[in-house]
């Protein structure tokens, strides 16, 4: 009951931000790119929130596709919180390129490992580059934008005032890269008919082990989309039904009554 009781929380959070934006967002380009991918970061969340909602629709044993999700939307709360973190819009700016930077590493790392199949792809990530180094040269009243390069993720979240999470996000990575611990959570000790020892292998439910998943997207939604929309020019009194709604969820989570 836990998960249905959770999950029904958790579309009310959803809702309650959707109510506020609607079904997109649309951002004037006044000169920094940091703003609209804030908007975008905001996004991203939802939709794996929405995900989440829907796959733990579908049972507790989901839980795995569930915490994947959950790890996502983490990792774009938690970034664009970094990002719009200072004050000043330049140092914001300055942040978002140095997320950007990883996107020309991936792109030319792609095209080293897809050279054999197309050769023409280099070409084009050089036309890439070409693009990324113009937008990183841009100035801002003739002055260059300081590029703060993103830290790592424990750094992030300290940063961000936020480092308490860091151990949820490591259980959510042990399960969305399949580390020996998850694997272990399906092997069961039994002893055979015959008396010899063995262990079972199958599907189970996993009611106390989506403790983490919800508490960790309600987070990100809250977390995103209130620092979105502050940054787009919302006052925080429009934004009190998503922390009422967040805090729905977490009391739920915090006193469920079962036991897995």
């Known amino acids: 009951m836990f998960v249905l009781e959770a999950n029904s929380r958790l579309k009310r959070l959803i809702d309650s931000c959707r109510s506020i934006i609607g079904s997109g967002t649309d951002v004037a380009f006044l000169g920094f790119e940091y703003d609209s991918s804030a908007a975008a970061f905001m996004e991203i969340t939802l939709q794996h929130a929405e995900a989440f909602h829907a796959i733990a629709s579908g049972g507790e044993s989901l839980y795995f596709a569930a915490a994947s999700c959950a790890r996502s939307a983490m990792e774009a709360a938690a970034t664009v919180a970094w990002i719009c973190a200072p004050n000043e819009k330049v140092e914001k700016e300055g942040r978002w390129l140095g997320y950007y930077d990883s996107m020309a590493t991936f792109h030319t790392n792609q095209a080293e490992a897809l050279q054999d199949i197309d050769p023409e792809i280099s ?31 424990r750094q992030l979240l300290n940063s961000i005032g936020h480092g308490e999470h860091y151990a949820s996000y490591r259980e959510l990575c042990e399960i969305v890269h399949i580390g020996p611990e998850m694997v272990h959570r ?42 979105a929309l502050i940054e787009l020019g919302d006052t925080p009194t429009k934004l009190v039904p998503i922390h009422e709604a967040q805090k729905q969820l977490t009391d739920c989570i915090r006193t469920r009554k079962d036991t897995p």
């Open 186 to 227: 399906f092997v069961e000790p039994m002893t055979f008919s015959n008396g010899i020892s063995g262990f079972r292998i199958s599907p189970r439910k996993f009611g106390g082990e989506w403790t983490v998943p919800f508490l960790v997207i309600g987070w990100s939604v809250a977390l995103s989309v209130n620092t």
């Open 123 to 153: 070409s084009a990530v050089e036309s890439f580059r070409s693009v990324q180094t113009n937008i990183r040269n841009r100035t801002i009243n003739g002055k260059r934008i300081p590029i703060v390069a993103k830290p790592s993720f």
